[in-house]
């Protein structure tokens, strides 16, 4: 028996004028063939299979429509296939174009457009689309419990979704091309499915967007130039990606969020404008994918976030490449090279890397922040940063074993109150090999350490230091500089090719030296001189050699760093040029001591004069470490005092209390700010303030070549303060002014901060601020630097204020500072 045909045409005796009446009187397996013209109202095929094609497959088109708030085709229970057909709703309340329920339903070669809500529904049943163009609706296809596939379409010009896979869904999506949607495919409360080589171009959200513990697939796609990301996972997701390509993207390539757990590989990420994947609260694996030149950080990992990233390879982003905020994870044989800011960023967390490779950037590895940090590291290398190899400051903790850190400014830099341990290590750095400040914990085993031009490590302030069986060697200045009041250890390290002192101030009470005995002397005590080089002399045997060479070539990549990080400063054009002149006065001068050529004397003593908040006290730290490193204090430190520390309650105490403040000060820089207080009268018969300043003149003649004084105040202050004692003039001839910054400067100084601090100001709200800040600078009262800083943490007040009924700020909701984040005058 033969399938029954039945022909629907407009024009031709005999035929069924509408498609629903040749439905209706089809048997079972029937074809309708339509032939071209506008056919109105609706289908309806109930508990029967049937074939609807079009009578022509090229030239005027079937054109089937309904204005009614209902679906052109509407199938249950049935089995039916469209072929060549244009459908078309023309009511926004219709659910969808062509619905079918607990059916299977095929469509080929068809175009679907109109006003309903969606152009395709299949719920509990089965749905196929090959070689079709869905557009300008609000959505695309929709799977709900429903099975099926879409390959070889186009959809475009959709509000939301391309295509939707919805709780027990799982539809194969196959070389589509989606353009300008707003979700490419979406899968949600446990939806799945497979997307494999589809092309998404101009999408406004996200290509794949999954939520709700769905689990998509999504194999060799394209997605480029749309203003949202690529990949998206959130609530609980899973989902496999494989071989995609992610390019010219205004969001990110991949955010991962709400806990979800993706599995990402060998994915390409190119020119994004956020970052390249984004893991916020969530875990997942990353392998083997590559971020380029991302806008923000490559790879951002925040909020509790855990996840494992092998392989990755992070290139050319114009800011950091891994930030790591308050979460942890997994990290190995990443590759990060060129960052415009930092390789590796942890504010907070406890990540764990393994095999590591960076190259270039300003710094390598960077934990920064208030938050407390746990940093382990088990093979590294970093090469070629221009600032630091790996530096730590805040609370935080880093741990590494075979670390190498080469070709950067400083190796490895500690401040504030961090710890760090390494073994089996190797640093080395132009200035200095290891720096450590503030109350820095230091610990070395079994590791290399070298400053080519300066000092192999340098301590400062309260910091500390315990190497044992380690390498000092070829340093251009000492093995290990000791200005700090911390304890400090040195058990069996050798000191090989060491311009300076082996251990400099070895003789300070928390120091303690132990240095290797060969066999044939081990009941013999062995002094630091021979541990060194076997001769405490020097490379020569020439005992002038060692200080000789000093404030030459060995210490001038240290000088050249003091003087970056003066240029660094914000405006002071003016002061930047009188601080190098007189680096340049001394590097001379002691070119000429060399030559045995008469040198001109001159004083090292500076007046600082201008207004708070210019950057004065800085300068003078910066000046300090300058004149250390060029010879001509033993140590640099910066000694801050002001009235209260100078002058006493009775008679005879203030000198007693001045002394033992330019005691404190010796080998280093005694700044005394608001220095004309010391000269004023306050009601009382005696004056101890000029006491104070008779003997810091002759603390100044006495100890000239042991102390350099910096005396700082307002302009017109401090000429009354040099009149107020001959010798004061005569050994303070030097001035340099410091000059209100300017509103642009000021605004630099804003942005600065913000950058530092993971914030961005919009283009309105820079704008906003530069005028809130012309009108700062009218009040004598603003402050200027302090003035911007103070200004700054108000605007994070307000932001705070402002999103505080947020239940969830998005990630650039807490980034941006917006024009009403800006206090009022007089606020």
């Not at 044992?468 to 000191?495: A, K």
Request: hydrophobic share 40%; net charge negative.
């Amino acid at each position: 028996m033969g399938i029954s045909t039945l022909v629907v045409s407009l024009t031709r005796p005999g035929a069924y004028r509408a498609i629903g009446a040749a439905v209706a009187a089809a048997p079972h397996d029937a074809v309708i063939v339509v032939e071209p013209g506008h056919y109105d109202g609706q289908v309806a095929v109930w508990a029967k299979a049937v074939t609807i094609r079009a009578a022509l497959p090229t030239g005027p088109p079937v054109v089937v429509e309904s204005r009614d708030a209902a679906p052109v085709v509407y199938c249950e229970d049935a089995q039916v296939t469209l072929q060549g057909l244009l459908l078309r709703t023309w009511s926004s309340e219709a659910p969808a174009t062509v619905s079918t329920v607990r059916g299977t339903l095929t469509l080929e070669s068809c175009t679907i457009t109109g006003q309903a809500d969606c152009a395709v529904i299949s719920e509990r049943g089965t749905a196929y689309l090959q070689g079709c163009h869905i557009s300008g609706m609000r959505r695309g296809v929709a799977f709900i419990d429903a099975g099926g596939g879409v390959e070889h379409c186009r959809l475009w010009d959709l509000d939301e979704y391309a295509v939707l896979s919805k709780r027990d869904s799982h539809p194969t999506v196959r070389h589509c091309h989606v353009q300008d949607v707003g979700q490419g495919f979406e899968a949600f409360e446990g939806g799945r499915g497979a997307v494999e080589d589809c092309q998404f171009t101009g999408v406004r959200q996200a290509a794949v967007m999954a939520s709700s513990r769905s689990h998509p697939t999504v194999r060799r796609c394209r997605v480029s130039g749309g203003r949202g990301s690529g990949l998206t996972f959130s609530g609980s997701a899973s989902g496999q990606v494989e071989d995609c390509e992610l390019t010219d993207l205004e969001g990110c390539g991949v955010e991962v969020s709400g806990g979800a757990e993706p599995d990402i590989r060998r994915c390409l990420i190119d020119r994004v404008g956020r970052n390249g994947i984004h893991i916020n609260g969530s875990r997942g694996t990353f392998s083997d994918c590559t971020v380029t030149a991302s806008r923000l950080p490559a790879v951002a990992v925040i909020d509790g976030a855990a996840p494992r990233v092998d392989g990755a390879v992070l290139r050319g982003a114009q800011e950091d490449a891994l930030l790591i905020r308050a979460a942890a994870g997994q990290y190995a044989n990443l590759e990060i090279s060129n960052p415009g800011r930092y390789a590796v960023v942890v504010q907070g967390g406890g990540p764990v890397f393994t095999d590591l490779t960076v190259t270039g950037g300003e710094g390598g590895i960077v934990l920064d922040g208030a938050l407390d940090a746990d940093v382990r590291i088990v093979g590294a290398t970093v090469r070629g940063a221009s600032k630091a190899g790996i530096a730590a400051g805040g609370p935080g903790r880093l741990a590494g074993t075979a670390v190498q850190l080469a070709d950067a400014l400083v190796g490895l830099v500690g401040t504030e109150t961090t710890s760090i341990s390494l073994t089996d290590s190797t640093i080395s750095g132009t200035a200095a090999g290891v720096i450590g400040t503030g109350q820095a914990s230091l610990r070395l085993e079994r590791s290399t350490v070298s400053g080519r031009d300066g000092s192999g490590v340098v301590l400062r302030e309260q910091s500390r230091l315990e190497m044992r069986t380690g390498t000092v060697r070829d340093c251009g200045s000492d093995g290990v500089q000791v200005e700090t009041d911390g304890p400090v250890l040195i058990n069996q390290c050798e000191f090989i090719n060491v311009t300076g002192e082996p251990v400099r101030d070895a003789d300070r009470p928390l120091v303690s030296v132990r240095a290797p005995q060969s066999p044939d002397d081990s009941d013999k005590p062995t002094s630091i001189g021979s541990a060194a080089s076997g001769d405490a002399t020097g490379r020569d045997g020439d005992p002038d050699r060692r200080d000789a060479d000093r404030p030459g070539g060995g210490a001038d990549a240290g000088v050249d760093a003091m003087l970056a990080e003066l240029d660094a400063m914000i405006g002071l054009a003016a002061v930047k040029r009188e601080v190098r002149t007189l680096v340049h006065l001394i590097r001379v001068s002691e070119q000429r001591r060399k030559a045995n050529l008469p040198v001109l004397p001159f004083s090292r003593h500076l007046v600082f004069t201008g207004p708070p908040g210019t950057g004065k006290t800085t300068v003078a730290r910066i000046y300090g470490r300058l004149l250390a490193h060029l010879g001509m204090l033993p140590k640099g430190q910066v000694v801050e005092v002001a009235r209260v520390d100078l002058v006493g309650e009775y008679l005879g105490s203030t000198a007693l209390k001045t002394a033992a403040v330019f005691e404190r000060a010796l080998g280093g820089v005694l700044f005394v700010d608001e220095a004309y207080t010391l000269a004023r009268q306050f009601g009382t018969t005696s004056d101890y303030g000029l006491e104070a300043i008779d003997t810091l003149v002759k603390l100044i003649e006495d100890r000239r070549d042991q102390v350099v004084v910096i005396v700082a105040g307002y302009p017109a202050e401090m000429e009354q303060f040099l009149a107020t004692n001959p010798g004061l003039a005569s050994r303070f001839t030097k001035t340099i002014e410091f000059v209100d910054y300017t509103p642009d400067e000021l605004l630099a100084i804003v942005s600065g901060l913000a950058g530092q601090h993971g914030y961005d100001l919009t283009e309105s709200t820079a704008v906003a601020l530069l005028d809130r800040l012309c009108e700062a600078v009218r009040d004598p009262d603003f402050g200027n630097g302090r003035g911007a800083r103070k200004l700054f943490g108000a605007m994070i007040e307000r932001q705070a204020g402002r999103l505080a009924d947020i239940p969830a700020p998005t990630t650039e909701q807490l980034r941006l500072l917006l024009p009403v984040d800006i206090p009022p005058t007089g606020n």
